[in-house]
Structure formats: C-alpha cells, structure tokens
T-cell receptor, first 112, second 113 residues
C-alpha cells in the first residue's frame, strides 16, 4: 500500500523560512494535503495541491509538488512562534474510498 | 463551517471496560473516519464508513468496532479496553469518496489504567 514519510522534527528561528518535506510511494493521488495540529487539538487543513499542479502559493505558505521524485514540500515564510505545531502531509491515494493516508507528522519548533 | 464534535476531550477507563467514543458531524458528510494518533506513528486508520450502516476496516481494526446508525453519528467501541489502547483518538468526516478533504474533531485522549 501507500507509504508516506516525513522527518519527525524541525527547529527554526523566528523570522526564518521553514521547509517541511514529505515523500510518498503511490503516484495516483488526486489531492495532496497539509494539515496542522496545535497542542491538544485536532487537525486543521492548512492547504492542499491538486496533482496536476507543481506549485501553489497561499500567503506565507508555498507548496511544491515534484511528481517525478514523489516529493511534496511545505514552505512557511517568516516563521512565527505561533507556527509551532505538528504538520502532517496526507494523500488520497488510489483507493477511491475517500481515505487519506497520513505521514508520521513533523514537529516544528520555532525559537524566538 | 463544518463542525465535527467528539463527545469527550479526556477519558480514563479501567482495563476490561467497554468504552464508547462518540462523534457527530453537522454537514451531511457521507464519509466518517476514526483514527488513532501515537507519537512517531502519525495517524492510523481504525475504521471508516461511507454510508449509514456501512463500515470498512482500516489498518488497525483489532480490538475495535464501530456503529453508524445515523448519517451524522459515528461511534467507536472498544469492546474490552486494554492499556495498549491508551492513545489520542481522532474522528474525521469528508463530503464524498471523491471529495477527500477531511474535517477533524478536537480529539479524545483516552487513558486505560
């Protein structure tokens, strides 16, 4: 089945850019998502990219999709302490059941 | 706004108890999901449902069952709770199997002692 991998931890200084990476094995997904989870809370959708796009920009967020390398990234510009959270990439895969397959989550720590 | 509500934020149960986790969504979504979240393992799918009274096993269904008697409500049942079921449980819903954007509840942190 689909495998989605993320590194577990990233630490940056406030004001720097953060880049969170995600690799996957199945290239048949239609939508690829980034979710954010703040401490003690559920997941909230940050942004998504359609599989026929290479890039999507949404204010401080930039999503890059490299289908050849099966690599998805989320760049956060001017990272703030409020961006400290766990970030999950998720793909809808090939099953056509509506299931999402999640990576392990990357904990972003933003130091003042 | 879509709202997915889980009945409890925190639960403490004893080993061997039968545990019910309730989830309600208010946007007439067809799909509903139960995930378990453990550090370093991400979200793992326990069960999902794409229609009333329909259910499918996810990746880790052992020790769990589900019930969907009404479209808006999806319940997760731990038949006999064990300490290795201590975890964060997340409910989610999405509009249709083709519209996969998932909306999440706030999570239930279950501790089994």
């Amino acid at each position: 089945g689909e495998d989605v991998e993320q590194s577990l931890f990233l630490s940056v200084r406030e004001g720097d850019s953060s880049v969170i990476n995600c690799t996957y094995t199945d290239s048949s997904s239609t939508y690829l998502y980034w979710y954010k989870q703040e401490p003690g809370a559920g997941l909230q959708l940050l942004t998504y990219i359609f599989s026929n796009m290479d890039m999507k920009q949404d204010q401080r967020l930039t999503v890059l999709l490299n289908k050849k390398d099966k690599h998805l990234s989320l760049r956060i510009a001017d990272t703030q302490t409020g961006d400290s959270a766990i970030y999950f990439c998720a793909l809808d895969g090939s099953s056509n059941t509506g299931k999402l397959i999640f990576g392990q989550g990357t904990t972003l720590q933003v130091k003042p | 706004d879509v709202k997915v509500t889980q009945s409890s934020r925190y639960l403490v149960k004893r080993t061997g108890e039968k545990v019910f986790l309730e989830c309600v969504q208010d946007m007439d979504h067809e799909n509903m999901f139960w995930y378990r979240q453990d550090p370093g393992l991400g979200l793992r799918l326990i069960y999902f449902s794409y229609d009333v009274k329909m259910k499918e096993k996810g990746d880790i269904p052992e020790g769990y069952s589900v019930s969907r008697e009404k479209k808006e409500r999806f319940s997760l049942i731990l038949e006999s709770a064990s300490t290795n079921q201590t975890s964060m449980y997340l409910c989610a819903s999405s509009r249709t199997p083709q519209n996969t954007e998932a909306f999440f509840g706030q999570g239930t942190r279950l501790t089994v002692v």
